[in-house]
């Protein structure tokens, strides 16, 4: 008998609120997973703080790359905050209840950094396709009001997508179940839970969310076939190597960005999957932002050089430049 049966439902009313129950786990387990979500989104806060304030303060890294870099880092700091914080309350109440605003709250602004990082990093791959394959053209082609154009479209339509869906949430009714087998409010529980029509939901879903994802992941995956064999053609090894290590990080956070989105919102789950959900979720609600400073930056030289430099003018410790470096 799964969890979900055991419940008692309520058919008859609107409920005033859900209860989150995150991971169910003893006492010693929520300790340590308290401690290590703690620690992460501690890591995860400060390393992409670093990211924004050296590309802030860092003349020299005022190029396209480091400017989206910034932008996923905002997108970060905010997808982390708005779960990781509530996360380490319902761990260690074993669940805790939130009101059905308070829900649809966190699910925009979650929703919100995701829709924008999705947007982001497709501008990234386009600005990686042109790096390597029109080098002569990359300065008139990405300049800087293409770019800021690119960022903040990529923030409108974020915002918009999660307004579509924010309105829709609102008017539905809520009173299959009060338990939500999850440790944030995302879409999927929240129209589970309903008892509400959710046809025209659902088909909103399909019609723009769905064909987004399918044109961003076509869209990236094209770039970088014409990367590679852009990259094929050059004939030194060295020049080969130095033209796949500007795409590399940006491969690897796509691939586990998009591949947990995609195992979670494309694939239908099955009634015994919540904690493989679960799992797959914490890749990019709070390993992805934790690995996207390291990945993208922190192992990169310019970076190293503008950490140092900084450091410096502001007088710390060479102890703590060294933590940084080598993370």
């Known amino acids: 008998m799964s969890f979900h049966q055991m419940i008692p439902r309520n058919n008859q009313s609107a409920i005033p609120e859900f209860f989150i129950l995150g991971f169910q786990l003893l006492n010693r387990s929520r300790i340590i997973l308290f401690s290590t979500l703690l620690l992460v989104y501690i890591m995860t806060v400060m390393g992409n703080l670093l990211i ?22 905002s997108c970060d700091i905010i997808l982390t905050t708005s779960i990781i914080p509530n996360l380490l309350y319902i761990t260690l109440n074993n669940g805790i209840p939130m009101s059905v605003s308070q829900c649809i709250a966190q699910f925009n602004f ?25 080098p002569l053209h990359y300065v008139t082609i990405m300049n800087f009001p293409f770019c800021s154009s690119l960022m903040v479209l990529s923030w409108i339509l974020g915002f918009l ?37 959710t046809t025209v939901l659902q088909t909103v879903l399909i019609l723009i969310a769905v064909p987004e994802t399918i044109i961003e ?84 030289q310019e970076i190293k050089t503008a950490i140092i430099k900084l450091l410096k003018k502001r007088d710390f410790s060479n102890v703590i430049c060294t933590c940084y470096i080598y993370v």
């Open 110 to 134: 979650f929703s919100v950094s995701v829709g924008t990082e999705c947007f982001l990093l497709t501008m990234m791959s386009y600005d990686r396709y042109v790096a390597v394959c029109k």
């Open 52 to 73: 924004i304030i050296l590309v802030s303060a860092t003349q020299y890294l005022r190029s396209p790359m480091y400017l989206f870099l910034s932008q996923l880092s």
């Open 217 to 300: 992941t076509v869209f990236i995956i094209s770039t970088y076939v014409c990367i590679f064999l852009a990259i094929h053609r050059i004939s030194s090894t060295t020049g080969r190597q130095k033209a796949f290590s500007t795409c590399s990080s940006h491969i690897a956070v796509v691939c586990t960005y998009y591949g947990a989105l995609i195992a979670i919102y494309i694939f239908p789950s099955g009634e015994y999957s919540s904690g493989i959900n679960k799992i797959v979720s914490l890749m990019y609600t709070v390993l992805t932002p934790l690995l996207n400073p390291v990945i993208y930056s922190l192992r990169n």
């Open 161 to 197: 997508l999660t307004l579509i869906f924010s309105i829709l949430l609102s008017n539905l009714t809520f009173c299959n179940s009060k338990y939500i087998d999850h440790f944030f409010c995302d879409l999927v529980p929240l129209v589970q839970l309903s008892c509400s029509d």
